[in-house]
C-alpha cells in the first residue's frame, strides 16, 4: 500500500487533468447502502422490479415507495472523508471532473461543482409524458406524484437498466475520460456499462500518452486488471491520505 501510495501520488503531481469516476463504495461511509450485496437483490427488492421500465410499468406504487425510502434516507445522510477530499481536489486542480453513477448528490453536498450524474439523481422528477425535469430536492413526494404541468405520472429521474444516459451528460463523462491524465476509479464494482467503459476509455492506447488509472476499493473489482494503481481500503481514508501526501488542504 505505501508503494501504491506513493505511485499515486506521483502520478497526481505530473496531472494537469484528472477525472474521478465514483460509485456507491463512495457513498458507504457515510451509510448510502452498495447495490451488490451477495444475494442479488437490492434492499430487499429485485432490480428488475425497482429500477426496469417494464418494473415501474408494472408496479409504479412499489417503485414510488422505494425512491421515496431512498430519498428519505438520503436526507438523513452526511458527505464522508473522501466526498471532502474530492472536492479539495477540484480545488486544487484547474481541471478536474468527478463522474458519479451514485444519485445521492453527496459529492455536492461536499462541495464538488463540476459533477456530472450519468445515472441521474434522487433529487429529480421527471415527467412520464411531458418530458419536464424538476429539482423537487429531498421533500416528501406524494406516494404516487404526479406532474403539475399536465397531470400525469412522474417518475424519478435516474437512469434504470435497460435505458440510454442523458446524452449530453454521457458526451460530458466520456470528455471527461478522454482527456484526463489520472482517472480515479472510485468505490464502484465497474459491472455496469457504458459506466465501466470509461475506464478503458481513459487507457485508450491511440492516446499520446494514456491516462493513469487509479483505483480506490475496498477490493478488487472488475477494473482492477485496467489499474495501474490499487489503494485497497476505504476511500473514506486512500483519498484523505493521498490529499495530505500531495499537500492539498481539506
Ligand atoms: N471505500 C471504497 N470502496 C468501497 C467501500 C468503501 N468504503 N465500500 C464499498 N466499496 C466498493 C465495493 O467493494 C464495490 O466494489 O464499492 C463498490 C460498490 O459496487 P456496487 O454496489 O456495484 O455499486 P456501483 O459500482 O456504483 O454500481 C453501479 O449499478 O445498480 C446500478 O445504477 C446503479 O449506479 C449503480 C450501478
Known amino acids: 500500500m505505501?508503494?501504491?501510495?506513493?505511485?499515486?501520488?506521483?502520478?497526481?503531481?505530473?496531472?494537469?487533468?484528472?477525472a474521478v469516476l465514483s460509485g456507491a463504495g463512495a457513498s458507504?461511509?457515510?451509510?448510502?447502502?452498495?447495490?451488490?450485496a451477495s444475494?442479488?437483490?437490492?434492499?430487499?427488492?429485485?432490480?428488475?422490479?425497482?429500477?426496469?421500465p417494464s418494473g415501474f410499468k408494472r408496479d409504479p406504487a412499489l417503485v414510488w415507495k422505494f425512491y421515496n425510502a431512498r430519498r428519505a434516507n438520503v436526507k438523513t445522510?452526511?458527505?464522508?472523508?473522501?466526498?471532502y477530499a474530492l472536492?479539495?481536489?477540484?480545488?486544487?486542480?484547474?481541471?478536474?471532473?468527478v463522474v458519479t453513477q451514485n444519485v445521492d448528490g453527496l459529492h455536492q453536498a461536499a462541495g464538488s461543482v463540476r459533477v456530472h450524474e450519468i445515472h441521474g439523481s434522487l433529487r429529480r422528477t421527471r415527467c412520464t409524458q411531458c418530458g419536464i425535469i424538476r429539482d423537487r430536492r429531498l421533500d416528501v413526494l406524494a406516494e404516487l406524484p404526479m406532474c403539475v404541468d399536465c397531470?400525469?405520472?412522474?417518475?424519478p429521474d435516474i437512469v434504470w437498466f435497460h435505458e440510454m444516459l442523458p446524452p449530453d451528460v454521457w458526451q460530458h463523462a466520456e470528455r471527461a475520460a478522454e482527456t484526463c491524465d489520472v482517472l480515479l476509479v472510485v468505490g464502484t464494482?465497474?459491472?455496469?456499462?457504458?459506466?465501466?467503459?470509461?475506464?478503458?476509455?481513459?487507457?485508450?492506447?491511440?492516446?499520446?500518452?494514456?491516462?493513469?488509472v487509479i483505483e480506490c476499493n475496498l477490493t478488487q473489482t472488475e477494473a482492477s486488471a485496467m489499474a495501474d494503481i490499487g489503494l485497497?481500503?476505504?476511500?473514506?481514508?486512500?483519498?484523505?491520505?493521498?490529499?495530505?501526501?500531495?499537500?492539498?488542504?481539506?
Not at 77 to 83: E, K, L, S, W, Y
Open 28 to 36: 458507504a461511509e457515510s451509510g448510502v447502502p452498495t447495490f451488490r
Open 77 to 83: 445522510v452526511q458527505p464522508n472523508a473522501g466526498h
Open 151 to 155: 397531470g400525469a405520472m412522474l417518475r
Open 39 to 52: 444475494d442479488g437483490l437490492w434492499e430487499g427488492h429485485r432490480i428488475e422490479d425497482v429500477a426496469t
Open 87 to 97: 472536492a479539495a481536489m477540484e480545488r486544487h486542480w484547474k481541471e478536474f471532473t
Open 2 to 18: 505505501a508503494d501504491e501510495l506513493a505511485k499515486a501520488v506521483a502520478a497526481l503531481r505530473n496531472a494537469k487533468t484528472v
Open 189 to 212: 464494482s465497474a459491472v455496469v456499462y457504458p459506466a465501466a467503459s470509461l475506464i478503458p476509455i481513459a487507457k485508450q492506447q491511440d492516446r499520446a500518452s494514456p491516462a493513469t
Open 232 to 250: 485497497y481500503g476505504p476511500s473514506g481514508e486512500s483519498l484523505p491520505k493521498l490529499c495530505a501526501e500531495l499537500g492539498i488542504p481539506i
